[in-house]
């Protein structure tokens, strides 16, 4: 068994202390984009390996939060691109069974992040956020839901701050829009 360098241990801590606190937040940012658990537990996974083969790179006690979300922004686009040029394959076998489980199976999640998602929010928002493009579903998540500045979205998303404010805008312009007819069905009306 090979033992680890003090070097390599200093590492360890130091990933452990500046990255660890922010996988629920990884994971609820994941699941946003996938709206897949597993998904987003795949996506976490591969942005946390990227995150600690980089780590060299990180400048220690600077924004850990927005560099993971960067890599993990960065890791859905690039997986997005391989999955949309590879053609869809169907495992016979796979299905049926799928469909023989699904049909007398209800299935229940532990997820933490459903959880509060479900009490902080109805389903139509849930819904109305779903349905807005997702660049603009991405910018408001990360700016009204996640608190980062509009200069650590920028960053993350590699675009200028003009775009971040005018996807900002139009977000929350189309989540209005979607969010009309649930506002005067709960008894708000329009001033």
Known sequence: MASLTKQEIRKQEDFNDEIIPHLDALYNFGL????????????????????????????????????????????????????SKKPQEVDYDEVASFYESIRAERTETSDMEDKMFRELIDDDISNALDEIPEDFRTVVLLCDVEDFTYEEIANMLDVPIG?????????????????????????????
């Open 32 to 83: 946003r984009l996938t709206s897949d658990p597993n998904d987003a537990e795949d996506l976490v996974q591969d942005t946390i390996v990227k995150a600690y083969r980089f780590f060299d790179s990180y400048e220690k006690g600077t924004n850990a939060k927005a560099w993971l979300f960067r890599i993990l922004k960065n890791s859905y686009i690039n997986n997005y691109r391989k999955k």
């Open 163 to 191: 775009t971040i404010r005018s996807r900002l805008h139009r977000g929350r312009n189309l989540l209005k829009a979607q969010l009309m007819d649930y506002a005067s069905k709960k008894g708000y009306t329009q001033d």
